[in-house]
């Protein structure tokens, strides 16, 4: 007898054979979905930095602000700030890592690929430039530490190139600085999607680069001296 596959059977088993196949690309499709969505938040972010900025002396909101120095009694993180102002509610709304669990789908400050477990009020999945702040401080002479640029809002009249100078990028942290050594950090894994991370910049425009080109164009000495 004949036991060679019908026609219909060979098609069968064709179409049988691409679910297998899309399974397979179903990750990447949802992390590229994933990042897609979380630059477009990054966007958004702009906006509500410059709000912020318009009624505080032209300064963004630090990256973390002491507890002895706001009215919460607790330290509070950029996102809080921004969130806070975005939404009109008290602050101590914002200060439980259950809200941000909770809310992780309705704000735009958790990031997309950022891992469920990990999040929590000072981890969130983006970050702020913290060396912005030593970077601004060392043009006019003067030296900030990473902890004091950890708590120094930074004046947009100081940055004389928004398009040159990052301000936001993907991260385990509140804060960042994304020198040579903390660009090797295998913490970025979960957030690199085609071997890269986007970065958003003061002028509200997004590029994407490995970790590693970030240190190389030496995007953590911004701004640079004029």
Known sequence: ADRRPTSHQTRSSAALRVPATTAGLAPKILRNSKQAKGISQMRQMIPLMQAHA???GNRL??????AADNDSGRETYWHVVLQQELDGRDINEYLSDRWWKDHEQQTIFVNPLHPKPSIRVNSVGYAMNAALASNIASNRGENLGTEEA???GINLATVREPQLSPI???HWDYFYLLNSGEAKNKKFEPYIVKDRIPVLFLDGHVDTMTPEEYSKRELDRA???E
């Open 150 to 152: 950890k708590t120094t």
């Open 168 to 170: 936001i990028v993907p």
């Open 61 to 66: 909101p630090a990256p973390m602000t002491a």
């Open 223 to 225: 701004p640079k001296p």
């Open 54 to 56: 318009n009624d505080h």
